[in-house]
């Protein structure tokens, strides 16, 4: 079983409607989970973290964590075709003095027009 | 806030040369700072974490005798590609945390560098 799990799409939704990103993870003790945004041929954008069980919202983003599950989502809202890129899940892993981030594959999302 | 740069963006170098990479904490002090590389339809796979004054710490796989890292200081961390190889090729992407600015050790990415080994 892969730590962290996502399905690799793509994902494709119609612009304007709602994008549900999915995400489980293995490790119990895991304390904090992340969503980074990935264009094509750029670096990780940090777009919603999340460390308490129920929804967070930012904008047209809302994370959701339920640790009972070991779940984590994100929702995109009224998606635009500048959201089309791939959505890595992050699981934070306290390992000592340096915690580490253990990544999903990620979930590539296409909006279209 | 939390702005981290790399340096170069995109290196093209010939087999058995070394290689070095800078990442850069602009706006904060980043006490552990991660590199990472990425291959092709790939996820992000850690090669090492460093914290400034200390030795890195590498992943299970990641020869340190040629991937050397150096964390001088609370704002630079460098990786040096040692003898480089046409399978060196990847992207290579480092990131940033302070444990003062938060205690969920939030990581930030720097623009990554491309590299390219003829």
């Known amino acids: 079983q892969k730590e962290v799990e996502q399905n690799s799409g793509p994902l494709s939704v119609p612009e304007g409607a709602i994008a549900s990103l999915n995400c489980t993870y293995s490790d119990r003790v895991s304390q904090s989970f992340f969503w980074y945004r990935q264009y094509s041929g750029k670096s990780p954008e940090l777009i919603m973290s999340?460390?308490?069980?129920g929804d967070k919202e930012d904008g047209r983003f809302t994370a959701q964590l339920n640790k009972a599950s070991q779940y984590v989502s994100l929702l995109i809202r009224d998606s635009q075709p500048s959201d089309s890129a791939t959505y890595l899940c992050a699981v934070n892993r306290p390992t000592g003095t340096a915690s580490k981030l253990t990544f999903g594959t990620g979930t590539r999302l296409q909006v279209t027009l | 806030g939390a702005v981290v740069s790399q340096h170069p963006s995109w290196v093209i170098c010939k087999s058995g040369t070394s290689v070095k990479i800078e990442c850069r904490s602009l706006d904060f002090q980043a006490t552990t700072m991660f590199w990472y590389r990425q291959f092709p339809k790939q996820s992000l796979m850690l090669m090492a974490t460093?914290?400034?004054?200390?030795?890195?710490?590498?992943e299970q796989g990641v020869e340190k005798d040629k991937f050397l890292i150096n964390h001088a200081s609370l704002t630079l961390s460098t990786l040096t590609v040692t003898s480089a190889h046409p399978e060196d090729s990847s992207f290579y992407i480092c990131?940033?945390?302070?444990?003062?600015?938060?205690?969920?050790?939030?990581?930030?990415f720097g623009p990554g560098t491309r590299l390219t080994v003829l």
């Open positions: 990131s940033a945390s302070s444990r003062g600015a938060s205690s969920y050790n939030e990581q930030f």
């Open positions: 460093s914290n400034e004054g200390s030795k890195a710490t590498y």
């Open positions: 999340i460390y308490s069980n």
